[in-house]
Nanobody
Framework: QVQLVESGGGLVQAGGSLRLSCAASGRTFSSYTMGWFRQAPGKEREFVAAVSRSGGSTSYADSVKGRFTISRNNAKNTVSLQQNSLKTKGTGLYYC?????????????????WGQGSQVPVSS
């Protein structure tokens, strides 16, 4: 098991930038593939981005490609999500997640460790 705590959320204007961070504790962080998901009000949780155990491979939802960057620091047990050119439809609760799968996973059901979430309201 790994415990995850997100930080860095907050109100941001459309077109602005925000950086979310997730601190992990527990078992060896580098043994987990990490992901970010978001849940908009009244909608299901959706995949945003994921990064492999080493950080060498990443995957993004089409809606955020070119604007968001996921990265990890295995020495500090952290994973981050840099969000640029934010849009109002990006509003939601952003979750950090971890899975023991060796390959990048994009489905929420493939992750078994979740943080509490960090709110990111994007105003117009």
């Amino acid at each position: 098991q790994v415990q995850l705590v997100e930080s860095g959320g907050g109100l941001v204007q459309a077109g602005g930038s925000l950086r979310l961070s997730c601190a992990a504790s527990g078992r060896t962080f580098s043994s987990y593939t990490m992901g970010w998901f978001r849940q908009a009000p009244g909608k299901e949780r959706e995949f945003v981005a994921a990064v492999s155990r080493s950080g060498g491979s990443t995957s993004y939802a089409d809606s955020v490609k070119g604007r968001f960057t996921i990265s990890r620091n295995n020495a500090k047990n952290t994973v981050s999500l840099q969000q640029n050119s934010l849009k109002t439809k990006g509003t939601g609760l952003y979750y950090c997640a971890a899975t023991g799968r060796a390959v990048i996973a994009t489905a929420a059901a493939e992750y078994d460790n979740w943080g509490q979430g960090s709110q990111v309201p994007v105003s117009s």
